[in-house]
Structure formats: structure tokens, C-alpha cells
């Protein structure tokens, strides 16, 4: 029979998955929604027994020293991002099932590091959630994202629940303004399907055609491996650079899930260089994220272990 502080830990560690699924979406990176998930338990057992117990929710005490964590960090990012080598594009997350026990063979990881995919970690919408302040992007992933009052919101990011409402409105029409809907799941996967075999074919016209004409192309090395150090505007210029990619370097291309949309691997003998993800409306692709810094590639290294046999 467990003892008390026994299913005291129990609660406290079943939060982790939620505080993961928070960092990544108020941050846009795995590593450090890790670390504010350690930096937060690290909090929580620096209390006395005395002092824990005297919280009512201990979820929600997690949620709100890991939110007023995020706060900070963000408020940090913009200096880092300035000093960042070239495009900084969020950390790319690979299907669950892939991850956790699908096609790499089975790994070691905590299914509770687990990011829950839905809309809210497509790459265009945290591209969008990276042009917020770091309050309404706090205000607005607490309450549309995570359902907080605002009464809630307001005792973590230090403002009013009426400022707190205001600024989740203002992140809500900036999404509004910058995001098409997006196509069906079924043809987005037809889409990056056509495109990956345009590619591989060096078939210009045909990687025109699924381009949209104002296409921007953004590459993210973070200084650390050869890559555009400015977007790329414009199908053609797009279409020739993918070819130069190819004629250039002997790279296989997989289908894979990336934060929850269709999207592509690049690998050089087996190991994974580079994670693209779209965004397509009205069935032409409008941007295309290659993340290439290796230190944003973590979580794809199980899928190289075992390349999947077909």
C-alpha cells in the first residue's frame, strides 16, 4: 500500500505532461519546456513537507510557477533570438506514435514528454505566436489553449483580467490575420507527397505548380550547419534552390508527421539533417520551414536508429 507522500509524488509527477505541452507552445522548444518543467519541480521540493501541504492544488500551483517561468524566459528570448546565426524557426515535434513507439523500433522515452498534437503546435501557428509580446502569448495559450479564466491568467502574467482579456483578443485577431484555413489533413499528405517526388525527379515545372507563386522558404541552422541565413521569396527562386539542394548532396526524402501536419525528412545516410514543415492553402504550398540546427533535431534521432523498412 502506497504511503501519502508516495501518492503525493504521484500527483505531482502525473502534471509533467501538461507542463511539458505548456512549455513547448509558450516557448516553441522541447529542450527548454524541459527545463522549465525541472526548474518548476525543482521549486515544489525546495518546500517544506509543511508548505506543500498546505497548497489545495498542487497542478495548479505546477502550472502557475511553470507559466510565470515561461514568462521570464520569454521575456529573455528576444536578446538570444538577436544574437541567433541566421532564421530562428520553433523546434519541430515528430508524431507521437513515431516517437514513442512507432516506426523508430521503440525507445526509451517518457510517453510523458509526449507534446499532445493539435492545431495549437502546427508550425505556422507558433511562427505567429513568435511576432506576440510575451503576455498576450502567455495570456492567450492559458486561455484558448488551456481554458484559464481570466482571473487565472491575471495572477500569473501581473496584469488585469480585463488587460488579460484584451491581450488574448489581440493574439486572436493576429492569428486571424495571418492564418488561411488550412486544407484538409488528407490533401496537405497528397500535397508534400507530390512535392517529395517533384523534388526527388528534379521536375522544375512541377515543383512551380505546387508552389505558390509568393512562396517563402525559411532555413534554420542555427550557425552550427550550412544554411540560408535569409528567407527565400518567390516559387522560382524556391524551386531552383531545392534543385541546388539535391544536385549538390545525395539526401533520401520520408514522409513524416511534423506538429501534427504532413511534412518531410531529409537524410544522409541515415541520419536525419533536416525537418520540413509546410503550410498550404488553397492547395498550393505558401511557406516551407527546413529546421537543420542539430540541436533542435533531438527527438528524431530514435527515427534514425531504425530506418523503417517498407
Known amino acids: 500500500m502506497s504511503t501519502p507522500s508516495e501518492d503525493g509524488l504521484s500527483v505531482i509527477m502525473s502534471e509533467r505532461r501538461q507542463l511539458i505541452n505548456l512549455g513547448y507552445r509558450l516557448l516553441g522548444s522541447l529542450a527548454d519546456a524541459e527545463d522549465v518543467v525541472q526548474?518548476?519541480?525543482?521549486?515544489?521540493?525546495?518546500?517544506?513537507?509543511?508548505?506543500?501541504?498546505?497548497?489545495?492544488?498542487?497542478?495548479?500551483?505546477?502550472?502557475?510557477?511553470?507559466?510565470?517561468?515561461?514568462?521570464?524566459?520569454?521575456?529573455?528570448?528576444?536578446?538570444r533570438r538577436e544574437r541567433y546565426v541566421g532564421e530562428w524557426i520553433p523546434e519541430p515535434v515528430p508524431d507521437g506514435t513515431d516517437w514513442i513507439t512507432g516506426r523508430s523500433g521503440g525507445t526509451t522515452a517518457d510517453p510523458a514528454d509526449r507534446v499532445t498534437l493539435?492545431?495549437?503546435?502546427?508550425?505556422?501557428?507558433?511562427?505567429?505566436?513568435?511576432?506576440?509580446?510575451?503576455?498576450?502569448?502567455?495570456?492567450?495559450?492559458?486561455?484558448?489553449?488551456?481554458?484559464?479564466?481570466?482571473?487565472?491568467v491575471a495572477e500569473i502574467v501581473g496584469r488585469t483580467p480585463a488587460a488579460c482579456r484584451q491581450l488574448a483578443s489581440s493574439a486572436r485577431a493576429r492569428i486571424r490575420q495571418t492564418q488561411a484555413p488550412a486544407a484538409p489533413t488528407a490533401r496537405q499528405a497528397t500535397i508534400v507527397r507530390d512535392f517529395k517526388l517533384a523534388w526527388e525527379a528534379k521536375d522544375i515545372e512541377a515543383l512551380l505548380g505546387l508552389l505558390d507563386p509568393d512562396a517563402t522558404a525559411i532555413s534554420d541552422g542555427g550557425g552550427l550547419v550550412n544554411a540560408q541565413l535569409h528567407p527565400i521569396h518567390g516559387n522560382t527562386e524556391i524551386a531552383h534552390g531545392l534543385i541546388t539542394v539535391t544536385n549538390a548532396l545525395e539526401i533520401t526524402l520520408l514522409e513524416r508527421t511534423v506538429n501534427g501536419q504532413p511534412g518531410l525528412i531529409a537524410q544522409q545516410?541515415?541520419?536525419?539533417?533536416?525537418?520540413?514543415?509546410?503550410?498550404?492553402?488553397?492547395?498550393?504550398?505558401?511557406?516551407?520551414?527546413?529546421?537543420?540546427?542539430?540541436?533542435?533535431?533531438?527527438?528524431?534521432?530514435?527515427?534514425?536508429?531504425?530506418?523503417?523498412?517498407?
Open 39 to 79: 526548474e518548476t519541480y525543482a521549486r515544489w521540493y525546495a518546500m517544506s513537507p509543511q508548505q506543500q501541504d498546505a497548497i489545495d492544488s498542487p497542478g495548479a500551483w505546477l502550472m502557475k510557477v511553470a507559466s510565470r517561468i515561461c514568462l521570464d524566459l520569454l521575456g529573455s528570448a528576444r536578446v
Open 118 to 152: 493539435d492545431e495549437s503546435v502546427n508550425m505556422a501557428f507558433l511562427v505567429v505566436l513568435e511576432s506576440m509580446t510575451p503576455a498576450e502569448r502567455v495570456a492567450f495559450i492559458l486561455h484558448d489553449v488551456f481554458r484559464y479564466p481570466f482571473a487565472e
Open 269 to 310: 545516410e541515415g541520419i536525419t539533417h533536416t525537418v520540413i514543415a509546410f503550410e498550404i492553402t488553397n492547395n498550393k504550398i505558401k511557406h516551407l520551414w527546413a529546421i537543420r540546427n542539430p540541436e533542435k533535431l533531438r527527438p528524431w534521432t530514435p527515427q534514425t536508429q531504425h530506418p523503417p523498412t517498407h
